[in-house]
């Protein structure tokens, strides 16, 4: 089922039902106008002895026609609005009805952009991913916004617009299994992101070789595939500043390597490029909406297989930053893949911050769960930068220390660093003193940790349940706010 937007048309056909809105207390009478005499009195009879706690009523005018009422608190938060579009997905999802009619005149709120956002959830919550089933629903729900007044700008049209499809490439990208979305197959579809007016650069194994990242290239090197890093640039501000910084962890599949996962854990790995599908989500967004920024994407692409050819616990391994790495589990690859891929962006983007994205640890689902991401950062200035999108967005964060002690526990005896912490404990934030090492000149930067928030087994208030695109729309947030 897919959600056609049309603001254009302003006459109604009778087989279109209509969605109009009032106040918390649902009085109905401004809504005289909108309605036949028939109808109006209909509504106005039962809205008197209404459920005023539910948000939204749907009266029966006819076998074709149906009359959606819709009740606006005050002072509703554009989340609480998103929230309330997404609400009303829901119902229409399942009303046998392809057309409604949405009366914007009828909008009561001193939100000014209320209906931007309305649909804005409405849009998000509509997404799924179907591409695998072989019996095609077709179904189209066409949205008329009629009406002169309360309808977004063009320019929050094209912003709306910018973010839903960020978001949906990124949970394409992530509902995609191992089998099809590999390392070869993520970089080609990268290098189509050019039509977007991104400067794609594709670095393949010959080249990750010659920059000697030896720590990303052993997690893919027991794969048939090939191993990428691919950076995405978008030059929209009118200096040449530079850039802010976006990097993503981005394993197509861990099987844990040698260090292997046991089947229950195995099987929701296809996920585990979560991280590199929002920094590519991120990135088309604002090439689409012409951000005003100067940005870079830098995603890591590998697959941890096992293979004659696999890394081995005990490898000793040379990063890009010359720091040499003991890898005593193969199932902390992200973090090897990383760790290149943060050096990399530090020294070559010279970026006024970096945050990145990665399904990290399963400790951090047993901290956070999936209510927040982990945040782990050496910059309390950006730290509250993100918390705070995270809150208006509801993308939530929360941060998790990093420390000098936890830092020792990643000494190793035969290398500068080991890829674990043996001792236990703090999974989450060992590995955060891990990534933290490869941040060689104090560059601003943040960790966010999203293995419990990439994939939701049972929906959430703007996803219907599988890849969330988390993160998306909190650094776009991050950004708009305090960097454009
Ligand atoms: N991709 C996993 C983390 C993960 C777990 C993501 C569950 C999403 C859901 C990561 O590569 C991993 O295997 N981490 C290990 C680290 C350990 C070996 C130190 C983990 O969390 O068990
Ligand atoms: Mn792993
Ligand atoms: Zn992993």
């Known amino acids: 089922m897919s959600i056609k937007l049309n603001y254009s048309k302003i006459s109604t056909n009778n087989s279109s039902s209509l969605v109009l809105f009032c106040d918390e207390k649902y009085r109905t009478n401004g809504l005289k106008k909108y309605l036949s005499n028939t109808e109006f009195s209909y509504i106005n009879d039962i809205s008197k002895t209404i459920d005023t706690k539910r948000n939204l009523h749907i009266f029966e005018i006819n076998s074709k026609k149906k009359i959606l009422l819709i009740s606006i608190k005050k002072n509703l938060k554009n989340s609480e609005v998103e929230n309330l579009g997404a609400e009303f997905f829901k119902i229409i999802k399942n009303i046998n009805k392809n057309e409604y009619t949405v009366i914007s005149d009828s909008i009561i709120s001193n939100n000014k952009s209320f209906l931007g956002y309305f649909l804005h959830g409405l849009k998000l919550k509509s997404y799924e991913f179907k591409k695998y089933k072989t019996k095609k629903e077709k179904k189209i ?11 977004p700008s063009s320019q929050e049209q094209l912003k709306f617009k910018a973010l839903e499809e960020g978001t949906f490439y990124a949970r394409d990208l992530v509902s995609e299994p191992g089998n099809i979305l590999h390392p070869d197959e993520y970089a080609k579809r990268l290098s189509s992101l050019k039509k977007d007016g991104l400067k794609v650069t594709i670095y393949d194994e010959k080249k990750l070789k010659q920059l000697g990242m030896y720590s990303l290239l052993g997690v893919g090197q027991g794969s048939i595939r090939g191993s990428y890093l691919v950076t995405m640039e978008w030059n929209g501000a009118k200096n040449n500043s530079n850039p802010l910084a976006f990097v993503g962890k981005g394993v197509c599949f861990d099987t844990g390597g040698y260090s292997l996962k046991p089947a229950k854990f195995m ?34 692409l590998v697959e941890n297989m096992v293979s004659g050819n696999a890394q081995r616990p005990g490898d000793i391994v040379k990063s890009y930053s010359g720091k040499t790495i003991e890898i005593l589990n193969t199932d902390a690859e992200g973090r090897l893949v990383l760790a290149d891929a943060l050096t990399f962006t530090e020294k070559k983007f010279k970026p006024r911050f970096i945050v990145d994205l990665a399904t990290l640890t399963g ?10 991401a982990g945040l782990f950062s050496n910059d309390d200035k950006l730290s509250k930068e993100i918390f705070n999108a995270g809150e208006k967005v509801e993308e939530k964060v929360w941060r998790m220390p ?54 939701s087994k049972y929906g959430g208030a703007l996803n219907s349940g599988g890849a969330t695109g988390f993160g998306v729309r909190l650094l776009n947030q991050l950004v708009e706010e305090n960097y454009e």
Do not use: C
């Open 402 to 455: 990093l420390h000098k002690n936890y830092d020792k526990l990643m000494n190793s005896k035969n290398a500068d660093v080991q890829n674990i912490n043996y001792v236990g404990g703090a999974g989450s934030t060992t590995a955060a003193q891990f990534l933290q090492r490869f941040i060689l000149n104090k560059t601003p930067w943040a960790h966010l940790d999203i293995a419990g928030m990439a994939f």
């Open 267 to 300: 099987e929701d790995m296809t996920y585990d490029m979560a991280g590199s599908a929002t920094v590519v989500g991120l990135m088309k967004n604002f090439a689409l909406r012409k951000a005003k920024i100067n940005a870079v994407g830098v995603v890591g």
């Open 363 to 372: 400790a951090i689902i047993v901290s956070l769960g999936s209510e927040y």
């Open 141 to 151: 729900i066409l949205i008329n916004i009629a009406g002169n007044k309360n309808k």
